[in-house]
């Protein structure tokens, strides 16, 4: 590991000028590649105290033993400069996208005297017409199938269209038209170079005029009663929009645009790109990466508009490139998009309409692409086993956690306070041992305290659990306190062990018969983890450990993830434990402690929003809520259910008398709501009294909360 200040350039050395820049290692292999409005103020950030520095920007400063710059007179140069050399030297810190397989195209070899449409994958040819990406390669192979029948271009390879010049003879789809034949004269090169043309505009969503063309024709050869070629112009007509009808019309001014969205966590990014000619989605395409630098959303975003358009030049750049944050700043990446086009590149945030609303299609794809990358990795058995051992060895276990639980606490700004434990045995989710908590204990935001709260509560039943089922050490209630009264733990529950004929592996049985109901079912809490994680840093884990402590049970491990940095906490220690970027122990914790953050949050919006629809009907015991809707729906409002006589409560279905008279009692003690009042004019709108289960859509009518009901939530 090197020492930075050994190879930091002396004061006055480095220019005050745009940039680009490059760290090598002992070995001379450039490691991190890098741009600078200000090469000066740049790498100075680089050499500053080490404990001040991004975990991952201090990874790469000590592995680096010397840094380099190249001056150049802009930042569009430095732009292009730092992309190839990224492209050359491949550097370990750089973030690099990489396709996550190769996308087929719908190429037209316009170079060629005879142009062929066919599929091609990998680096583009000059003089090629690509359209695409395709997701799939029979996705092309369709759309060509119905072209040829109106565009018969050539479809064939070199070897086959040579042989049917040799023989005289065409092949099948010369045949039956879908296919000029050039190979045996039909058709010369001008004229099969003019077919290959009207395909690739048609391609390029230059549809209207084509189509229009077709049916002037067909109706002309109608009227000179040449029905045969009126019924093909007919077929023709209807064969191009089934092509068009694959890519529905999602942009109604006819945009040429790429869309590119971005779903990233603290580890890795995946980057979703919609490409749309003419209104319709052409292609698209994903990416998932690794961050291996400390890197914000528009830097991303600006990694992926090199990646995208690094080789392009002309049309292959569209007029308008839709994005989730712009680059800081975007005066040269605009500029550098301006270059390759040859034309002016709108580079932007959609902020309204059919624009925004397909980009938050593109992001949902995005955050899906990200989800299934985790679930593959975290489906490999090797790889679980890996994560498991390496978090065993981090935190010194005796063997592996075969059993985690995370908890987590959410509210919002102080209120609905809740509590999540999420289970993972073997590195797997297991949602049947999910559980969530309500913070009883006190009122108010204080997350240590309701930390301890849940943990006390949660091995508190698993010690009364083992009480039920007498597994204590001595047995009777007498293991259940020491000679001082404090609580003591339970012994460990020995599970069966078998063997797994498939893949002759070793499995644990952690339910065992003791801990099942009579119908066969695991009891609530009945036994333990090997590992509590908790989400948060040292007070939330100091606060784990001493509710087990006060407990007496000592053969539980504890840690904590802090989300900022990453860092894994140990009780009584007061440097954080830090697993390395690639670990996937890390990855492991990570994803437990995201589950449990969604499993939690999740919870306390549906528990706020229960308490936001809540009404004066809800107090009404016995009252439910099909008959909540039933009073509602029949009187229009509460205030006019409240000055209901019981014989007109009594008229709505399933409302019997005694039910109606609960319903007039409750109603009457309960205070009318305050008149609601306009704060713009001041007028009071009470002639209706709204109702307060629910908005129309079936949301919660949270319009005229107080600014500390929008707090956010944690």
């Known amino acids: 590991m090197a020492d930075p200040s050994s190879y930091r350039p002396r004061p006055g050395e480095i220019p005050d000028s745009p940039g680009v820049y490059r760290f ?68 370990r810190f750089n973030v690099k996208y990489r396709d996550d397989k ?48 109106v565009f018969p271009v050539r479809t064939c390879s070199a070897g086959v269209f040579k042989n049917a010049a040799r023989t005289g003879r065409p092949c099948l789809l010369g045949y039956i038209g879908k296919c000029s034949a050039p190979c045996v004269g039909r058709i010369g090169p001008g004229d099969h170079q003019e077919l290959a043309e009207e395909f690739c505009d048609f391609m390029a969503g230059r549809t209207g005029t084509y189509l229009r063309r077709l049916e002037k024709q067909m109706t002309e050869a109608a009227e000179e009663m040449e029905y045969e070629r009126a019924a093909r112009l007919r077929d023709d007509i209807e064969a191009l929009k089934k092509a068009m009808e694959k890519n529905a019309v999602v942009l109604a ?99 309204r309409g059919d624009k925004k609303a397909l980009m938050e299609t593109v992001q949902r794809n995005a955050q899906q692409a990200l989800a299934l990358h985790k679930t593959k990795r975290a489906s490999d058995l090797t790889t679980r086993s890996r994560a498991l051992e390496e978090i065993a060895e981090a935190l010194d276990l005796d063997s592996a956690p075969l059993r985690i639980e995370c908890y987590d606490i959410s509210h919002l700004q102080g209120d609905d306070v809740v509590a999540s434990m999420v289970v993972f045995e073997d590195g797997l989710q297991r949602k049947s041992e999910y559980r969530r908590f309500q913070i009883r204990g006190f009122a108010g935001q204080d997350d240590v305290r309701s930390m301890h709260e849940v943990i006390s509560r949660r091995f508190r039943r698993y010690l009364a659990e083992k009480e039920k089922t007498g597994e204590w050490a001595d047995g009777g209630d007498d293991a259940l306190t020491d000679g001082d009264g404090a609580v003591t733990g339970p012994q460990p529950v020995t599970g069966s062990v078998k063997t797994d004929p498939v893949t002759d592996s070793v499995q ?207």
């Open 24 to 91: 090598r290692d002992e070995h001379r292999r450039v490691i991190y590649v890098g741009k600078a409005k200000s090469l000066r103020q740049r790498l100075a950030n680089y050499f500053q105290d080490l404990a001040n520095l991004h975990p991952r920007t201090r990874t790469m400063v000590t592995t680096a033993a010397s840094v380099e710059w190249t001056v150049v007179s802009t930042e569009v140069e430095a732009l292009q400069l730092e992309y190839s050399w990224i492209k050359e030297y491949d550097p």
């Open 102 to 149: 190769s996308y087929p195209y719908l190429a037209v070899t316009m170079n060629e005297e005879f142009p062929r449409v066919q599929v091609m994958r990998g680096h583009k040819k000059k003089g090629v017409r690509y359209f695409g990406p395709y997701a799939h390669a029979w996705a092309i192979r369709d759309t060509v199938d119905l072209l040829l029948r």
């Open 253 to 351: 001014d006819a945009t040429d645009a790429d869309l590119i969205a971005v779903a990233e966590d603290e580890l890795e990014a995946a980057v979703q790109i919609f490409h749309v000619r003419g209104g319709r989605v052409r292609g698209q395409r994903g990416w998932v990466t690794d961050k291996v630098e400390e890197i914000t959303t528009g830097a991303l975003v600006e990694h992926a508009l090199q990646q995208l358009y690094g080789e392009e030049t002309g049309d292959a750049v569209p007029k308008e490139v839709l994005v989730p944050a712009l680059p800081e700043p975007v005066e040269p990446v605009q500029d550098w998009l301006t270059g390759r086009r040859g034309a002016n590149v709108s580079l932007r945030i959609p902020q």
């Open 508 to 714: 644990t049985d952690l339910i065992t018969d003791s801990l099942k109901e009579e119908d066969g079912r695991p009891k609530k809490f009945a036994y333990p983890p090997q590992l509590v994680v908790v989400d948060g840093g040292q007070p939330q884990v100091a606060a784990a450990r001493r509710a087990l402590d006060e407990l007496g049970i000592d053969d539980i491990a504890v840690c904590g993830l802090a989300k900022r940095l990453e860092e894994v906490w140990v009780p009584g220690e007061d440097d954080p434990v830090v697993l390395p970027r690639t670990s996937e122990g890390l990855y492991l914790l990570q994803r437990v402690r995201d589950e449990a953050h969604r499993f939690a949050i999740t919870y306390q919006r549906t528990k706020r929003a229960k308490r936001f629809r809540s009404g004066p009907l809800d107090d009404v015991p016995g009252l439910g809520e099909t008959r909540k809707q039933a009073l509602i729906k029949h009187f229009g409002s509460v205030k006019k259910l409240r000055s209901a006589t019981i014989e007109q409560i009594q008229e709505v279905p399933g409302i019997g008398r005694k039910t109606a008279e609960t319903i007039a009692a409750a109603l009457a003690q309960a205070a009318p709501a305050a008149p609601a009042v306009n704060t713009a004019t001041g007028e009071i709108i009470d002639d209706e009294e709204p109702d307060t289960t629910a908005g129309s859509s079936g949301e919660p009518v949270t319009a005229g909360l107080p600014d500390e009901r929008r707090g956010q939530e944690t």
